[in-house]
């Protein structure tokens, strides 16, 4: 479905990607791991025509997607929750899932037995939601373009455990729909059970492939990558 090879990417003269393949298949949850600063989120920027990238290729759905601006990426199917969830602040939660509603499957019903609270908040700004409640309003969102790639980045960092614990939840309900996830997370706790296959991230390469046993089975690699 989705394959990123060799991609380079930099802010300005700053180089920050070296090389990163990665792939998602179908119905697969892929997990991107790393320490601080290791490429993660600008590996996604630049799948999702946030940032360009300066060499490699980008193939989606057999289509080359490298170059296209991210709101033709976004219609092509790939949908976003950023880091930091950037909601739209000053729209309620009802107008922040309306302005990405697109195809069918997910729609505000919905989303809302996936976040009963956002169905409860429906009227609220998105400003004044809590951490975790804009979390849910921007997994929602992204959902409400009905994406063939989900991406999450930083799924739960930040929130409450008991806030966390749902939000694990959703995400599983959503791939046992079949959806696939390309998604990081620093909880390998959470994240390992659901995950089909890991990449990880070292100084803007992929060093390291595999599958979620076992890298939860090596404490060397834990180590030397994850710094655990
Ligand atoms: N806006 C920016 N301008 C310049 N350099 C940046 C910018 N954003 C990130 N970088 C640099 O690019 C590199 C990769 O950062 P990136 O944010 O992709 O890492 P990350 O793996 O997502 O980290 P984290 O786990 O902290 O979210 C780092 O060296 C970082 O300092
Ligand atoms: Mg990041």
């Not at 950037?86 to 697109?102: G, I, K, M, S």
């Not at 959703?170 to 390998?188: E, H, M, P, S």
Request: with cysteine.
């Amino acid at each position: 479905m989705l394959e990123v090879r060799g991609i380079e990417a930099a802010y300005g003269s700053s180089q920050a990607l070296f090389g990163v393949d990665l792939a998602v298949d179908e119905g697969q949850m892929v997990a991107l791991l790393g320490r601080n600063g290791m490429g993660k989120t600008t590996t996604i920027r630049t799948l999702c025509g946030l940032m360009p990238a300066r060499a490699g290729s980008l193939t989606f759905l057999g289509e080359d997607i490298g170059g296209l601006p991210a709101y033709r990426i976004a219609r092509r199917g790939i949908g976003l929750v950023p880091e930091g969830r950037r909601c739209f602040p000053n729209l309620t939660v009802r107008e922040n899932l309306l302005a990405t509603a697109r195809g069918e499957g997910w729609d505000r019903a919905a989303v809302a037995r996936l976040f009963p609270r956002l169905e409860e908040r429906a009227e609220q700004m998105a400003r004044t939601l809590s951490g975790g409640e804009q979390q849910m309003l921007a997994i929602g969102r992204a959902l409400m373009t009905n994406p063939r790639l989900l991406v999450l980045d930083e799924a739960t960092e930040g929130l409450a455990p008991v806030i966390r614990h749902e939000i694990w939840a959703a995400i599983a309900a959503v791939k046992a729909r079949g959806q696939a996830i390309l998604i990081v997370d620093k909880n390998l706790k959470d994240l390992l059970p659901l995950s089909d296959t890991c990449v990880i991230l070292e100084k803007g390469r992929s060093v390291w492939r595999g599958n979620p046993d076992d890298l939860a089975a090596d404490a060397d690699l834990q180590d030397r990558y994850l710094g655990l």
